[in-house]
């Protein structure tokens, strides 16, 4: 069973930064897609990035381009999420996520492992 375990989160102002990090087991992180969802209260979860196995290729909701950068270190086996210009309608519950399938995908249903979640609060 593959676990992912995420740190990074914590309490910021509005224009703050913060960088997430997910260290997964897979001990082949770098023949999978990892991703990063978000769930803010009341709300469905959400795509934020996805990067693909060779580390080339990122992905972003629209909602982060040109603030959140995905980048990921195979031999770590981590994936990280650095977010930059961060607004209150940042805050949510940040997931991390692997999939297994060949390309990235901002649909949740593709990806089989999460992790537990971190908690990203923006206050203005």
């Known amino acids: 069973q593959v676990q992912l375990v995420e740190s990074g989160g914590g309490l910021v102002q509005a224009g703050d930064s913060l960088r997430l990090s997910c260290v997964t087991s897979?001990?082949?992180?770098?023949?999978?897609?990892m991703g990063w969802f978000r769930q803010a209260p009341g709300k469905e979860r959400e795509f934020v990035a996805a990067?693909?196995?060779?580390?080339?290729?990122?992905y972003y909701a629209d909602s982060v381009k040109g603030r959140f950068t995905i980048s990921s270190d195979n031999a770590k086996g981590t994936v990280y999420l650095q977010m930059n210009t961060l607004k209150p309608e940042d805050t949510a519950v940040y997931y991390c996520?692997?999939?297994?399938?060949?390309?990235?995908?901002?649909?949740?249903?593709?990806?089989?492992?999460w992790g537990q979640g971190t908690q990203v609060t923006v206050s203005s």
């Open positions: 996520a692997e999939s297994h399938i060949a390309t990235a995908s901002k649909y949740s249903a593709d990806y089989d492992y």
């Open positions: 897979d001990r082949i992180f770098s023949s999978y897609v």
């Open positions: 990067i693909t196995r060779s580390g080339i290729s990122t």
